[in-house]
């Protein structure tokens, strides 16, 4: 059996499955693997934070299907991500799924009333992440972005429910996109493993950068200098977007933003060299943050 059969055996529940026990496990991917998002999450009312929860199960399985089973053929992965979204998409008509995961996504969806059309977005730019090696322009990869990152934004802010959602969308979308980009950079050997490169080729050739050198030359450090400053702005633009919040979604949001900026301040204080170690920001210092931003 593939790594991407077992993997969707694994997450298969039952008919008996408690809606429960679905938000559990998805508590349990949160928390396992996005341990930034987690502790961010934490601030929130627990009224709302296992909605939160299910939506990052729900990226997470799409993601592990796509780069966890690599060892699969790409056409086995793609069908496995087809019948992950088709399940999705036919649960969610009927509004009920035995799916260990799904049960509670489909729950959330539903509770909030989040436009479909966002998780289509996502999965399209799932199945890039199996053709596509690079992105040839900025441009190009904002496109990818829209699907992987700005639509994160979009699905959360119903949960958040802020009292104008067409003013709190484009802030929105773009903290979706500063959080990715920032993992783009702190990630650039893991996705050099896999066989892709998130940092736009056009930047690439202005700096003579060849990521596949994986070396931290006077032209890396530029380079990075570059695509730091550029994920920033997104990070300010979507400071406005907090004040258009309430209270504990505001204070949440807050704490997204400061802990994933703290990874860009790693990357500067390894002195950019993001091929020796992954820039990581500590434990302590997530509980820290996410004490902090719950005072009132």
Known sequence: MSRASSRTSERLGSATTTLEQSYAACRRLNKQHGTTYYWSTAVLPAVKRHHVHALYAFCRYADDIVDDAGRAPTAERA???????????????????DDLVLKAVIHTVRAFDIDAHVFRRFLRSMAM???????????DLR???????????????????PPDLTAATPPARALGEAFQLTNFLRDIAEDLD???????????????????????????????QFEIER???????AE?????LPGRSAQCVAAAHDLYGRILDRIEAQGYDVFARRARVRSSVKLTVAARHLRP
């Not at 069908?79 to 969610?92: E, K, M, P, S």
């Not at 496109?143 to 429910?161: K, Q, W």
């Not at 994920?231 to 300010?236: A, G, K, M, V």
């Open 194 to 224: 896999r066989g892709r490169q998130y940092v736009p080729q056009e930047d690439l050739a202005r700096f003579g950068v060849d990521l596949t050198e994986r070396r931290c030359t006077p032209e890396f450090v530029a380079l990075m």
């Open 143 to 161: 496109t990818y972005m829209d699907g992987s990152a700005a639509v994160i934004g979009e699905m959360m802010l119903p949960i958040l429910e």
């Open 240 to 244: 406005e977007g907090i004040a258009m």
């Open 129 to 139: 992440d199996l053709t596509v090696a690079c992105y040839p322009t900025y441009v």
């Open 79 to 97: 069908a496995a991500l087809q019948a992950f979204g088709d399940r999705f998409f036919g649960d969610l008509g009927t509004g009920a799924s």
């Open 231 to 237: 994920c920033r702005q997104l990070y300010r633009h």
